[in-house]
């Protein structure tokens, strides 16, 4: 199988809205209209709908403040990572009990999706491949992810699994009851 990782782009923002529109959430309809955009929604529950966060992830892509990672079979893409600078998730600290490195520049990485054909792969780790290398020689020190704590499907599991981020020199930084904090320095 020949995956291709293309950083998002205003360019790929037809491919981003046809995979959430089409291609990741068919076990899982209810996420749909998430467009990976809960890490930096912070209005009122009632304005949280498809139609309003597709429209506001657009114009994040066109602004080039939604950040992450396209993988592609075929020229269809067939999974997604968000990963941004932490401070561009405004609500991540609602989430998460963060370690107050101000000073520190930090990726955090927080959702891969694939399609579910395509799942169990290597997909995931071709992402989070090209997330070390690109943020590495971006002047920034530290990767960060927040893996669940119990064993999960491959569609509840879109943190990214513990091994995963083992496997790939991340240290856990704190351990809460559903949650982990790991962290590897670039």
Same mark, same amino acid.
């Given at each position: 199988m020949d995956i291709i990782i293309k950083k998002i782009s205003p360019e790929l923002l037809d491919d981003y809205l046809f995979f959430f529109d089409n291609m990741v959430?068919? %076990?899982? #309809?209810?996420?749909? @209209?998430?467009y990976c955009y809960s890490f930096h929604f912070t209005g009122p529950d009632e304005s949280w709908n498809k139609k309003a966060n597709r429209a506001a992830v657009? $114009?994040? &892509?066109?602004?080039?403040?939604?950040?992450? /990672?396209?993988?592609?079979?075929?020229?269809? =893409?067939?999974?997604?990572? +968000?990963? !941004?600078?932490?401070?561009?998730?405004q609500s991540l600290r609602n &989430?998460?009990?963060?370690?107050?490195?101000? %000073? =520190?520049?930090?990726?955090?990485?927080?959702?891969?999706? &694939?399609?579910p054909e395509f799942r169990r792969k290597g997909i995931a780790k071709l992402l989070l491949d090209r997330i070390i290398e690109d943020y590495g020689s971006n002047d920034y020190e530290y990767l960060e992810a /927040? #893996?669940? $704590?119990?064993?999960?499907?491959?569609? @509840? !599991? /879109?943190?990214? #699994?513990?091994?995963? /981020?083992? %496997? +790939?020199?991340?240290k856990l930084l704190k351990e809460f009851d559903k949650y982990r904090i790991v962290r590897r320095e670039l």
């Open positions: 959430f068919s %076990e899982n #309809p209810d996420w749909s @209209k998430c657009s $114009k994040m &892509i066109q602004e080039d403040k939604l950040r992450g /990672y396209l993988a592609y079979s075929n020229n269809t =893409a067939v999974g997604w990572c +968000n990963a !941004n600078d932490r401070n561009n998730y &989430i998460y009990t963060l370690d107050e490195d101000s %000073e =520190a520049k930090i990726c955090s990485v927080v959702c891969f999706l &694939i399609s /927040y #893996p669940l $704590k119990d064993d999960h499907s491959c569609e @509840k !599991n /879109y943190r990214g #699994p513990l091994g995963l /981020y083992e %496997e +790939n020199n991340f």
